[in-house]
């Protein structure tokens, strides 16, 4: 990783360009009506023609540029002349790897939205130094799981120095409408989940425990099981804390697991479901307990500015790191939260964190620590 306090501008017609990898899929077609309505120019790319042309039709005027994972020569066309790639296009362990790549030998930056864990180890491997290099971002994991957990985390400890002892991630949802991008990387992706003790990442383990968690309204109190995304990756990276666990709803993972639950269904004419979700993280430093919260609707919309915000803050040089970087390392975590309260999330972060936000504080003391 290396500090840089503006990264390096492109010509100005590529500055505004973002390739959109997997544009056709269910996150990508969010992910291409924000980066319109935020004013930058989107350029469709993915695997299959047809449905690229049918997103195409919806935004006339976008250039569209398919190309398949395994075509070397494609995607190193599709990447030509953008600012950056965003990568929606699922499972990560299998489009991550070449759609980076060719990013970063193009001299653009990267961002994608996984959740999976070993995908974002890979990339941190793989462009811990090419990128620095070539001076670009390469910043995986930028959405509802991953970037939410570790921005919040990040605002939470802020500069109160000392030691981060632990970090806690719930992940409050009503219900999970999965879609059958989702349904294909929960099966490809079987390795082990992993959580930080003592400092370093270990295997979770088969078993489960789960334990009761009290979600701001209308979630309110919820069974939650011990299930760490990619979240636990980035925050190791960066936090340096002892311990790391993540947990999510117990209910709405038994409806992901059952094959007969529907796919998300619009609610409004955005195309967003009714869903509900809360992300809650409590950090220790010190002895003492932050909480910083997030609340929304619909997991999957709610990345779109997620990423896209991440997309323009790289973009005009509001980035405090290149490389291979998670969010928090990247960004000023309170800003870039607030700037996306109240329209795309509600957040509440304790006082006196990150960037000296004045929202709510629930700090105490926890015995024994």
């Known amino acids: 990783m290396a500090a840089m306090e503006r990264l390096p501008q492109r010509g100005p017609r590529a500055r505004g360009r973002v390739l959109v990898y997997g544009a056709y899929g269910h996150t990508g077609r969010f992910v291409v009506a924000e980066l319109v309505r935020r004013g930058l120019e989107p350029v469709l790319s993915g695997r299959d023609a047809d449905r690229l042309a049918g997103v195409g039709r919806l935004h006339p005027g976008a250039e569209v540029r398919p190309a398949a994972i395994g075509d070397t020569a494609a995607l190193e066309e599709a990447v030509r002349g953008v600012a950056a790639v965003v990568n929606c296009a699922g499972p990560f362990l299998d489009t991550a790897g070449p759609v980076s790549a060719a990013a970063v030998r193009a001299g653009a930056h990267y961002l994608d939205v996984t959740a999976e864990q070993p995908s974002v180890r890979a990339l941190y491997r793989a462009h811990d130094a090419d990128a620095a290099a070539a001076g670009v971002v390469v910043l995986p994991a930028m959405a509802f799981y991953g970037g939410l957990a570790d ?6 400890v802020g500069g109160r120095g000392g030691p981060v002892e632990a970090v806690t991630v719930a992940m409050g949802l009503d219900r999970w409408w999965p879609t059958e991008g989702t349904r294909i990387t929960g099966r490809r992706n079987t390795a082990p989940r992993l959580a930080v003790a003592d400092g370093r990442l270990v295997p979770v383990g088969a078993s489960s425990p789960t334990r009761t968690w009290d979600f701001p309204a209308p979630l309110g109190r919820q069974e939650v ?3 760490p995304f990619s979240e636990v990756i980035m925050m190791h990276r960066h936090l340096g804390a002892e311990r790391i666990d993540s947990y999510l709803s117990e209910a709405p993972l038994a409806e992901l697991r059952d094959p007969a639950t529907p796919g998300p269904e619009a609610a409004d004419r955005t195309g967003r479901s009714s869903q509900r979700f809360a992300v809650d993280v409590r950090v220790v430093v010190g002895g003492v307990e932050h909480r910083a919260v997030a609340g929304g609707r619909d997991i999957y919309a709610v990345t779109a500015p997620l990423v896209v ?3 323009t803050r790289v973009l005009d040089g509001r ?10 390392e990247a960004f000023d975590a309170a800003d870039f939260l607030s700037a996306l309260s109240p329209e795309a999330l509600t957040v509440e972060l304790p006082a006196g964190g990150a960037g000296g936000a ?12």
């Open 225 to 227: 099981v011990r299930l």
């Open 309 to 311: 915000e991440a997309v």
């Open 319 to 328: 980035v405090r790191a290149g490389g291979a970087v998670a969010p928090g």
């Open 151 to 156: 921005l919040l985390a990040s605002a939470a």
């Open 358 to 369: 004045d929202a709510i504080s629930r700090e105490k003391p926890v015995p024994g620590r």
